[in-house]
T-cell receptor, first 117, second 113 residues
Framework: GAVVSQHPSWVICKSGTSVKIECRSL??????MFWYRQFPKQSLMLMAT?????????EQGVEKDKFLINHASLTLSTLTVTSAHPEDSSFYIC?????????????FGQGTRLTVV | QKEVEQDPGPLSVPEGAIVSLNCTYS??????FMWYRQYSRKGPELLMYTYSSGNKEDGRFTAQVDKSSKYISLFIRDSQPSDSATYLC?????????????FGGGTRVLVKP
């Protein structure tokens, strides 16, 4: 299957700083990528849909100014958690679907564990 | 009521047993169905993808879709301790890359040696 690479796999940052998470599709082009947040023992919560070359679409209740998404190319989307606070500590995961083949499967990155201290 | 319902478990089985997982859904527009396996602190890994009613087999895994009953299943034969993970069902209405998936809550499976 297609490969989605997410980096870093874990990060610890101080409260008030910003953290950037990268999501790359390695062997396919992704016009759309999705960003999820997952709390312990819970399912994935969709935060936003990242569209190449245009603004992201945020789910209800997700602060767009806090979670900045940039999708500058067909293989890279970034999520920046701005002015991070301890309550932002969570597991963040990206996914992408191959827009060229039209396949319905979504492939996920390895996830990023963010800890804000 | 959630669009996709999945028993959270945990489901505990002895090694070698068949693991049976299922999801029910309410939106009859769902056409594409996926099963993912997620280990702790890892991203979900795609196991099976189906888009038609009936069975699809891949190694020890069998995915079953019953669109008339709005019910999908995943069976794992000859289960191994390495199959211990959380299993998520996901579905979407259309194939378009921009169409988001709707997930079940996940079932935690524990295969005991």
């Amino acid at each position: 299957g297609a490969v989605v690479s997410q980096h870093p796999s874990w990060v610890i940052c101080k409260s008030g700083t910003s953290v950037k998470i990268e999501c790359r599709s390695l062997d396919f082009q992704a016009t759309t990528m999705f960003w999820y947040r997952q709390f312990p023992k819970q399912s994935l919560m969709l935060m936003a849909t990242s569209n190449e070359g245009s603004k992201a679409t945020y789910e209800q209740g997700v602060e767009k100014d806090k979670f900045l998404i940039n999708h500058a190319s067909l293989t890279l989307s970034t999520l920046t958690v701005t002015s991070a606070h301890p309550e932002d500590s969570s597991f963040y995961i990206c996914s992408a679907r191959d827009g060229w083949t039209g396949s319905a499967e979504a492939f996920f990155g390895q996830g990023t564990r963010l800890t804000v201290v | 009521q959630k669009e996709v319902e999945q028993d959270p478990g945990p489901l505990s089985v002895p090694e070698g047993a068949i693991v049976s997982l299922n999801c029910t859904y309410s939106n009859s527009a769902f056409q594409y169905f996926m099963w993912y396996r997620q280990y702790s602190r890892k991203g979900p890994e795609l196991l099976m993808y189906t888009y038609s009613s009936g069975n699809k087999e891949d190694g020890r895994f069998t995915a079953q879709v019953d669109k008339s009953s709005k019910y999908i299943s995943l069976f794992i034969r000859d289960s191994q301790p390495s199959d211990s993970a959380t299993y998520l069902c996901a579905m979407s209405v259309i194939k378009a890359a921009g169409n988001k998936l709707t997930f079940g809550g996940g079932t935690r499976v524990l295969v005991k040696p």
